[in-house]
């Protein structure tokens, strides 16, 4: 069974900095491209960035790029997102998800539960 | 920046069919997948490739793709399919970013 836990949100202050993690099991973690989506809170979904399978390709949206950096330990079955510069803005439940193909085009076939990252002072 | 542009909401009676529609001027050269996410939880993929299902979705769920259009189909609508539905597609300019559709709540009356 196919399984993606995210950890490391909270409550920070604007400017401050945090480190999600995400734990897959279930799949050969290496084989895929993964994602990191957010959705503020009564919002829609937001693609924020994602990796390729040896962490040798990076795409971001804009509205984080310089600030927010994406990576993963295949050894560890693990995927990271270090978060910087926070703002108000970026308070969000933030998801893992597995991508079925990689860019250009590919769905997210499997999500985590979610973690709360909330930024105000 | 690229947009997906969906109804904010769409209201049918139980056994009804729903429509939701998603549009962006990629959709003709970029496939469009489909979500399904109810209150608190994480959203579940319900069609891919414009109109293919996933294992363990229903048949009443049914996609489909007409120009820069691309349409959410629930035939037979129950209950427990009240929830919010989003499209999702990537840019076709090449910078390989994906983005999500602003979104559709599905009320059954």
């Known amino acids: 069974e196919v399984q993606l836990v995210e950890s490391g949100g909270g409550l920070v202050q604007p400017g401050g900095s945090l480190r999600l993690s995400c734990a897959a099991s279930?799949?050969?973690?290496?084989?895929?491209?993964m994602s990191w989506v957010r959705q503020a809170p009564g919002k829609g979904l937001e693609w924020v960035a994602n990796?390729?399978?040896?962490?040798?390709?990076?795409y971001y949206v804009d509205s984080v790029k310089g600030r927010f950096t994406i990576s993963r330990d295949n050894a560890k079955n693990s995927l990271y997102l270090q978060m910087n510069s926070l703002r108000a803005e970026d308070t969000a439940v933030y998801y893992c998800?597995?991508?079925?193909?990689?860019?250009?085009?590919?769905?997210?076939?499997?999500w985590g539960q979610g973690t709360l990252v909330t930024v105000s002072s | 920046s690229y947009e997906l542009t969906q109804p904010p909401s769409v209201s049918v009676s139980p056994g009804q069919t729903a429509r939701i529609t998603c549009s962006g001027d990629?959709?003709?050269?970029?496939?469009a997948y489909w979500y399904q996410q109810k209150p608190g939880q994480a959203p579940v993929l319900v069609i891919y490739?414009?109109?293919e299902r996933p294992s363990g979705i229903p048949e009443r769920f049914s996609g489909s793709s007409s120009g820069t259009t691309v349409t959410l189909t629930i035939s037979g609508v129950q209950a427990e399919d009240e929830a919010d539905y989003y499209c999702?597609?990537?840019?076709?300019?090449?910078?390989?970013?994906?983005?999500f559709g602003t979104g559709t709540k599905v009320t059954v009356l």
């Open positions: 490739k414009d109109s």
């Open positions: 990629a959709l003709p050269k970029q496939y």
């Open positions: 279930g799949f050969t973690f290496s084989s895929y491209w």
């Open positions: 990796i390729k399978q040896d962490g040798s390709e990076k």
């Open positions: 998800a597995r991508e079925s193909r990689g860019p250009p085009s590919s769905s997210f076939d499997y």
């Open positions: 999702q597609s990537a840019d076709s300019s090449g910078t390989f970013l994906y983005v």
